[in-house]
């Protein structure tokens, strides 16, 4: 079974531009959420989505945006890139606990490095 | 508050056991997660528990849950040089949505 793939590994970008991070989910699961790590900070929840709804938006500016396609597919989207969102852009995958509701089993992707210049 | 805590740094000896110790937010409904990652790759999910349970062990791994003191620590038995990296706790909770929240991390050294 593949895991989740995310694309590209690496992206160098310019200040002032923008960037699109895709991530492909693990067969069957269908939501889809998105993390930022860096040194500073550790791992931050970015949004999470669910059936094309973003479900949940974690404390980042509007410059940030995502959204989900019919297949479970993700994108995500950074305009006007600061030096500051240099970081690790993780995605995970995950089913739903009937039970919970909860996202049960993450699973994440290798990330996207993204460095702006 | 969403504070997940963790020790920063444990060093051990090829072959002996490592324990990661975490703390935790209270909820009658929790998932709690260990992650490891290497040096320049992403979360590698390792086990995971509900706060139902006390104890889930796989291979070498067994979590431990004491939810009277919000603890949660995961020991390695015979740890090997490809152990090292680094550690996360997670939590996730239904008053957070449907998101993660970790800790900063323990960097797991194992010597030779």
């Known amino acids: 079974k593949a895991g989740v793939t995310q694309t590209p590994r690496y992206l160098i970008k310019t200040r002032g531009q923008q960037v699109t991070l895709s991530c492909s989910p693990i067969s069957g699961h269908r939501s889809v959420s998105w993390y930022q790590q860096t040194p500073g900070q550790g791992l931050q929840f970015l949004f999470e989505?669910?059936?094309?709804?973003?479900?949940n938006k974690g404390n980042f500016p509007g410059r940030f945006s995502g959204r989900q396609f019919s297949n479970s597919r993700s994108e995500m989207n950074v305009s006007t890139l600061e030096l500051g969102d240099s970081a690790l852009y993780l995605c995970?995958?995950?089913?739903?606990?009937?039970?919970?509701?909860?996202?049960?089993?993450?699973?994440f992707g290798s990330g996207t490095r993204l460095t702006v210049v | 508050g969403e504070d997940v805590e963790q020790s920063l740094f444990l060093s051990v000896r090829e072959g002996d056991s490592s324990v990661i110790n975490c703390t935790y937010t209270d909820s009658s409904s929790t998932y709690l997660y260990w992650y490891k990652q290497e040096p320049g790759a992403g979360l590698q999910l390792l086990t995971y528990?509900?706060?139902?349970?006390d104890m889930k062990q796989d291979q070498r791994l067994t979590v431990l849950l004491n939810k009277k003191d919000k603890h949660l620590s995961l020991r390695i038995a015979d740890t090997q040089t490809g152990d090292s990296a680094i550690y996360f706790c997670a939590e996730s909770r239904l008053e957070y949505g449907n998101k993660l929240v970790f800790g900063a991390g323990t960097i797991l050294r194992v010597k030779s």
């Open positions: 995970a995958s995950s089913l739903l606990s009937v039970q919970t509701g909860l996202g049960v089993g993450y699973t």
């Open positions: 528990i509900f706060s139902n349970m």
């Open positions: 989505y669910f059936s094309e709804t973003q479900r």
